[in-house]
T-cell receptor, first 117, second 114 residues
């Protein structure tokens, strides 16, 4: 079975400072990892994904994520946070079809990011 | 390019009734997924349809069902509604070709069961 853990319910950052939102995963086989963001009363917006290749993945809105296989982590980062980045962030892992993962996304519980002036 | 659309935006039902939620995927996407986002339970996978067939199902009772139409749009039906079915229901779509394509989400339908 696959699972995702986001250990922090909330992360507070001052605008202009770097931010990190943590995610660890558990999956059989190769991990296919995603980050999504949800603004109030909206659906999820795709930020970035890791399939294979470089451990540092760049995504939308200046976000990037670092894949670390030995630590089974996929932390989301941004060098300089903006107030408009305040939202709910979800890490997700995708099951591998051939091992029964069925193409579904398994999400973490979400981390509320609050960026203050 | 139009994104994933869902209707209605809000739906209010009473316990025991049936609810029907609709989803139109991004043009060219053949796979549709349904997720439930309930307070305190996070995002839970419900159903996956591709090319008109149900491909995978989450850990939900049989009163949650759906279908996918020839134009790839999809319907989620919830029978015998219970109070705990109150949630935001999110639909997503993706290209099936290329196994690792991301899923794109619609704005959701907020279902309230009274």
């Amino acid at each position: 079975a696959q699972s995702v853990a986001q250990p922090e319910d909330q992360v507070n950052v001052a605008e202009g400072n770097p931010l990190t939102v943590k995610c660890t995963y558990s999956v059989s086989g190769n991990p296919y990892l995603f980050w999504y963001v949800q603004y109030p009363n909206r659906g999820l917006q795709f930020l970035l994904k890791y399939i294979t290749g470089d451990n540092l993945v760049k995504g939308s809105y200046g976000f990037e994520a670092e894949f670390n296989k030995s630590q089974t982590s996929f932390h989301l980062k941004k060098p300089s946070a903006l107030v408009s980045d305040s939202a709910l962030y979800f890490c997700a892992v995708r099951g591998y079809i051939l091992t029964g993962g069925g193409n579904k996304l398994t999400f973490g519980t979400g981390t509320q990011l609050k960026v203050e002036l | 390019e139009a994104g994933v659309t869902q209707s209605p935006t809000h739906l209010i039902k009473t316990r025991g009734q049936q609810a029907t939620l609709r989803c139109s995927p991004i043009s060219g996407h053949t796979s549709v997924y349904w997720y439930q986002q309930a307070l305190g339970l996070g995002l839970q996978f419900l159903l996956w349809y591709d090319e008109g067939e149900e491909r995978n199902r989450g850990n939900f009772p049989p009163r949650f069902s759906g279908r996918q139409f020839p134009n790839y749009s999809s319907e989620l039906n919830v029978n015998a509604l219970e109070l705990e079915d109150s949630a935001l229901y999110l639909c997503a779509s993706s290209l099936m070709k290329g196994l690792y394509n991301e899923q794109f989400f619609g704005p959701g339908t907020r279902l309230t069961v009274l």
